[in-house]
């Protein structure tokens, strides 16, 4: 494939739209291999088409702290970054030792880092320099660990991660097309010796790779058919979606129910997406294939029981619902304490997370101290005596053992102030279990629930 003009801002349009206009600035993560520094340089060669006004795109290079040739490899790149037009911002981590799993750390500790600066900087995307190589290493590497759609999928054009958005526009180009436009164009760039080391898994699959695919067309056919498994991963997710908004009831107190005959009427597959999304409605992330499929399976086989998967208590019901609510006792409940300024300019990011599933919202003009905690058991008693009859809709003895101890409590001064989810609040008041509901169902990154407080009031025990 020759790089020509138009084949290049085809790799950047594609992601940023065709008519590339009101593109902010960027980030692109930039380490000084030839992959990297392809993406670079090509970067500039379409944004010099398609310029910023007055803001500047961000170079980040970062020194593992690893090997002692990274240092002068990162200043290689901020200068060339700098030399282009860019903003170069080199990162240093420290405490990454030598050991078991190094690439994954290094991986996960320079990803945190540049979403750390790009939040500092206000950008959100990330630019990275993956290339069909690496999307065939990808899919080879989790064949052989068992991986199912979702893992042989592999790379994604885009995805979120750490808060920020990663893109990968050379997904589908070889790196040694790279390679070939940096040198008729007299472009340096360094290797890393890890690239070679045949004690990394990635490595050994490379070179596997590279012993019978010499014309790369082997790797282009696993880049088909990672093309064709998102597609699929697509069309199942959308119909666990569509399941969910149509059959999942959730009460603001913290339940989700739904009948167990329509969900085991599915198949396998679509029971396991359904239970994941679950999972994260309860801030429960990262579940294995292995560990859903023994919950879906688990799920149909027990009788009037309960089980926990990953801190949500599931059970089934004697009506026939299937029932799941966040595990009391396993994990403490944190405390959240959090100081407000009166702002109009910042109301839609004015909250904090509790409970890895709530986040409490206040308005505007709230100002001072707020703290969010669960309830001492002799609090609950008080709770239970004189505020369990304001209609959750649910029996006395459920909301007892199953809600009660799982609700945030909202204090200032030490006073109770808002038990949101128990409705104690002045008419004005309100709450929504996980807000939006289509909202976290859209996407399995989950937007965690929302409870927005307005005209506080105190309330006394």
Known sequence: MELTHSKIDHLFSQLFGQEAQGVGAVGLAVSGGGDSMALLHLFADWRSRYPLNDAKDVVFSVDHGVRAEAAEEVAFVIRTAEELGFTGVPIKLNGLEEGSSLQARARDGRYEAMASQLKELNLSHLLTAHTLDDQAETFLMRL?????????????????????????????????????????????????PSNSDANYERVQVRQLLNSFDNDGRFSEMIGESVRRLQRGRLALENQ?????????????????????????SLPNEIQVRILRRLLIAFGVEGRSLSSLESGTAHLETMGLEKFVLAGVMCEKKADGYLQFSREIGRAPFEIVEQSFESSHSISSRRGVIWDRRI????????SGDMLIRGFSKVELAKIKEKYLELGTGLSRLTASKTIL?????????????????????????????????????????????????????TLLF
């Open 359 to 366: 986040e409490i919202k206040v308005p505007d003009d709230f």
């Open 240 to 264: 666990a979606i569509d399941f969910v908004r149509s059959h999942v009831t959730a009460h603001r107190v913290g339940l989700l129910f739904m009948k167990g005959e329509d969900y085991f």
């Open 405 to 457: 101890p799982a609700v945030a409590g909202c204090w200032q001064n030490g006073q109770l102030v808002a038990v949101p989810q128990l409705e104690i609040y002045d008419e004005s008041l309100f709450v929504e279990l996980f807000g939006d509901l289509d909202a976290f169902l859209d996407d399995v990154s989950f937007e965690r629930a929302v409870f927005p407080l307005k005209n506080w009031k």
């Open 144 to 192: 052989g660990r068992g991986s199912g759609i979702d893992g042989l999928s592999s790379m994604h054009a885009q995805r979120e991660l750490y808060g920020m958005q990663i893109l990968r526009p050379l997904l589908n180009i070889r790196g040694k097309t790279l390679r070939s436009w940096l040198k008729t164009r007299g472009i340096d760039w360094v290797e890393d």
